[in-house]
């Protein structure tokens, strides 16, 4: 399997404009997680999923991000609109039953540049 | 409130030397990870654990549920193995907590 893929790896944009970050989690695993990483804060959940179902969204900023899981095998975080605060590594994660049991697998991030 | 507290925050030491990383909880856990992240990298789960004690190739993990610590080991250390080292503890659910990090940087 190819691992969590994540698009794009990079991503520079000006502030107030719309940025969608996405996700493929692998192939069979029923939990997905949005992660974001900044020096200040280190990292942090913003939301996760369970069989495309959003569980827990308490770690999302505000109402300018929003994250959608359409299917198993795709999922979407937007913020809209981007201010230079958002600047930061964004993870995906999946994993099989929780995690508990199971390793979680992150993606190689998306690095975000508001300016 | 859950913390976790871990330790040290940085470390250098030289190539061949015995490392530990340790990371303590402030209440009971489910399991934990260790996790490894490389420098503009991404991140890595070296180990799950709930109990006792793992071990892959050079790095051992161990949990002491009771006392609420947890530490990871790496003999004969390696430059490759310089990173940041972080301790994520399930407090009782599905969300991982995550440690500050130990930045380990081995010098050849």
């Known amino acids: 399997d190819a691992g969590v893929i994540q698009s794009p790896r990079h991503e520079v944009t000006e502030m107030g404009q719309e940025v969608t970050l996405r996700c493929k989690p692998i192939?069979?695993?029923?939990?997905l997680f949005w992660y974001r990483q900044t020096m200040m804060r280190g990292l942090e959940l913003l939301i996760y999923?369970?069989?495309?179902?959003?569980?827990?969204d308490s770690g999302m900023p505000e109402d300018r991000f929003s994250a959608k899981m359409p299917n198993a095998s795709f999922s979407t975080l937007k913020i809209q609109p981007s201010e230079p605060r958002d600047s930061a590594v964004y993870f995906c994660?999946?994993?099989?039953?929780?995690?508990?049991?199971?390793?979680?697998?992150f993606g190689e991030g998306s690095w975000l540049t508001v300016v | 409130k859950n913390e976790v507290e871990q330790s040290p925050q940085n470390l250098t030491a030289q190539e061949g030397e015995f490392i530990t990383i340790n990371c303590s909880y402030s209440?009971?856990?489910?399991?934990l990870h260790w996790l490894q992240q490389h420098p503009g990298g991404g991140i890595v789960s070296l180990f799950m654990l709930s109990s006792g004690k793992k071990k892959h190739g050079r790095l051992i993990a161990t949990i002491n549920i009771q006392e609420k610590h947890s530490s990871l080991h790496i003999t004969a250390s390696h430059p490759r193995d310089s990173a940041v080292y972080i301790c994520?503890?399930?407090?009782?659910?599905?969300?991982?907590?995550f440690g500050t990090g130990t930045r380990l940087t081995i010098i050849p």
């Open positions: 999923f369970n069989n495309n179902v959003p569980i827990d």
């Open positions: 209440v009971g856990i489910s399991a």
């Open positions: 994660a999946s994993s099989f039953d929780r995690g508990w049991g199971n390793t979680i697998y």
């Open positions: 994520a503890p399930y407090f009782g659910n599905e969300k991982l907590t």
């Open positions: 192939s069979g695993h029923d939990y």
